[in-house]
């Protein structure tokens, strides 16, 4: 993975060669390069767990776009982060009724007071951003997480410090190794 540019300042932030490279070839691809629009922010967002204002104006001159369309696509959807990189695990915490009667509104605000933020905040370190979710489709296992790619599931809301631990061992194991564990996400802006 692509290390995120979270030390960089955001104005400096530039779509790496294999990024233009991808985004080009999808552009041969599809018939319309308004099309590219969501997979090329997919693919920054994925890398770099943000996409920066300059890289929106990036993609739209390679789609020969206006910034505008670029940004309205990227705002419609709350998934993308544009002021700083979320953490590098993104814990996805349920909240619909299966995870709620089971306590998932506990378990959120227990986790955000562990990792020490608040919903949609990284942690200082930048290991991990909590957030609410509506149904992650496994409500057999209510109360569910879903961490990046994994799903923590049948969770007790009176352990939320063992969910915690094994999202920092997480985060841990996934962080870019080209990334110090002691940047801080505020250095983004
Ligand atoms: S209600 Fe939580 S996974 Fe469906």
């Excluded at 294999?18 to 985004?23: F, G, L, S, T």
């Excluded at 002021?83 to 306590?103: E, F, M, N, T």
């Excluded at 296992?141 to 094994?166: K, M, S």
Aim: include cysteine.
């Amino acid at each position: 993975m692509t290390t995120a540019p979270t030390t960089l300042s955001e104005s400096s932030s530039r779509l790496t060669p294999e990024m233009v490279q991808q985004i080009e070839q999808w552009c041969r691809r599809y018939p319309d390069k308004r099309a590219v629009v969501l997979p090329a922010l997919h693919l920054v967002h994925h890398r770099w767990r943000w996409v920066p204002h300059s890289v929106v104006v990036q993609i739209a001159e390679l789609l020969e776009l206006a910034p505008a369309e670029v940004q309205d696509t990227l705002s419609f959807y709350g998934f993308f982060k544009q002021d700083k990189p979320h953490g590098v695990v993104r814990a996805w915490v349920c909240r619909s009724i299966s995870c709620a009667l089971r306590g998932g509104d506990e378990l959120l605000e227990e986790l955000c007071k562990l990792v020490g933020t608040r919903p949609g905040e990284p942690a200082r370190d930048g290991s991990i951003t909590v957030e609410a979710a509506e149904c992650l489709g496994a409500c057999e296992h209510a109360p569910c997480v879903l961490a990046n790619e994994r799903l923590y599931r049948g969770l007790d809301p009176r352990d939320v410090a063992d969910l915690y631990r094994q999202l920092r061992k997480q985060a841990e194991q996934e962080r870019d190794p080209g990334e110090s564990s002691t940047t801080s996400p505020s250095d983004a802006s």
